[in-house]
């Protein structure tokens, strides 16, 4: 099979590496991809969200399967475009992907079909909105409605700040269109974990859990990122959780796009809070997560090409899901002054360390190359990935391999996965 992966960054890498593994895989191309996709995958210089572009390179390359890694193509309908065009693609269609794209959709849909979450208020009025906070309960929860690249959601400990941040998202647009409508929520007190699923549109396959830290600095300070680091399986997503968000989220989440009329086909990412009162919903998302992945697909034992395959075709059914017995910890490189402002191009030492490793992976997020050398650029630069017989294991290990890399302005956080010394 020719394979064609559209994004860029370490949730791409770590699909490359495990499709690179598929007996399936003959030749493979990333759009636009980085310099950790280039040692499996041909890239080319074509945009995610090119998907005119796309669809013409996948017919003349004769692309047996195209496999979207980011949130802003599906959101924009580029499975649309290429189902279209009669190729073959993974990914929700743009009707589907709006359970990431609209957290307003998202928080009805399952207000509609008593999936738990939080309560809320959708708003497209700024002033309705301020006039709101007048009587909220403090700390309170604002979010951009669209995509805004894992920051558009604010934490509020009084009325002064949730008033700033009204005006941030809806009046100042500083996550621009995506703040044109804005969910107020009730702020939520618990363990967060991250669950990823396969969707063939009927059937749900639940992969293993994880928990991400996404705050920019140690003990959970500073700005919301992307992600600095993940760990996987959360210790705090017991049995008990798995029951109860098998029962009432997980397949309810499946039906309920199905009755709207919205089958989903693809991933689906619950992002979930384990309070007092049960697990509830805090966000989906309609992609792998970024770094989850390069935490929960390492540790999958599944071809992941066979598993794409079932949920177009829609036999998911027919596939057991299998994980390693073991854990994983992912560490992100950030450049200093990430998710703000940073600078690019310092020359990445030590990658050749983890060629060959069963046990250790880097995966690249923001590299390129330059003059011959791998170089630094984007804020996240790498996710580097250890494997333990258990997470204290894994901790050491990815923490040991950090000591591998060096880039100049190299910053990452000390304490991923400290949560579990908490066990």
Sequence with gaps: ????????????????????????????????????????????????????????????????????????PLVGGIVDVFETQGLRIFGPRKDAAILEGSKAFSKDLMKKYHIPTAAYENFTDPQKALACLETARFPIVLKADGLALGKGVLICQNLEEAREGVREIMLDKKFGQAGNQMVIEEFMTGREVSVLSFVDGKTIRI????????????????????????????????????????????????????????????????????TEDGPKVLEYNARFGDPEAQVVLPRMKNDIIEVFEACIDGTLDRIDLQFEDNAAVCVVLASDGYPVSYEKG??????????????????????????????????????????????????????????????????????????IDEV
Excluded at 19 to 36: E, F, L, Q, W
Excluded at 215 to 228: E, F, P, S, V
């Design 1 to 72: 099979m020719k394979i064609l992966i559209i994004g860029s960054g370490g949730r791409e890498h770590v699909i490359a590496w495990k499709a690179a593994r598929s007996p399936k895989v003959d030749k493979m191309y990333c759009a636009p991809g980085n310099a950790g996709i280039a040692e499996y995958a041909e890239c080319v210089n074509i945009g995610a969200m090119e998907f005119e572009k796309l669809a013409a390179f996948a017919k003349e390359k004769g692309i047996d399967l195209t496999i979207v890694g980011m949130d802003d």
């Design 346 to 419: 310092f020359p990445i030492h030590g990658l050749e360390h983890f060629k060959g490793s069963e046990d250790y992976f880097v995966f690249h997020a923001g590299t390129c190359f330059k003059n011959g050398e791998v170089v630094t650029n984007g804020g996240r630069v790498l996710g580097v990935t250890a494997k333990g017989k258990d997470l204290k294991e894994a901790r050491e290990h990815a923490y040991q391999a950090v000591e591998l890399v060096e880039f100049q302005n190299k910053y990452y956080r000390h304490d991923i996965g400290k949560a």
């Design 207 to 274: 992969m293993t859990s994880a928990q991400d830290h996404k705050r920019a600095k140690d003990k959970d300070q500073g700005l919301n990122t992307g992600g600095m680091g993940t760990f996987s399986p959360s210790p705090f997503y017991t049995e008990e959780v798995d029951t109860f968000c098998k029962q009432y989220i997980y397949q309810q989440t499946v039906d309920a796009m199905a009755a709207e009329g919205r089958t989903f086909q693809g991933i689906i990412f619950f992002g979930l809070m384990l």
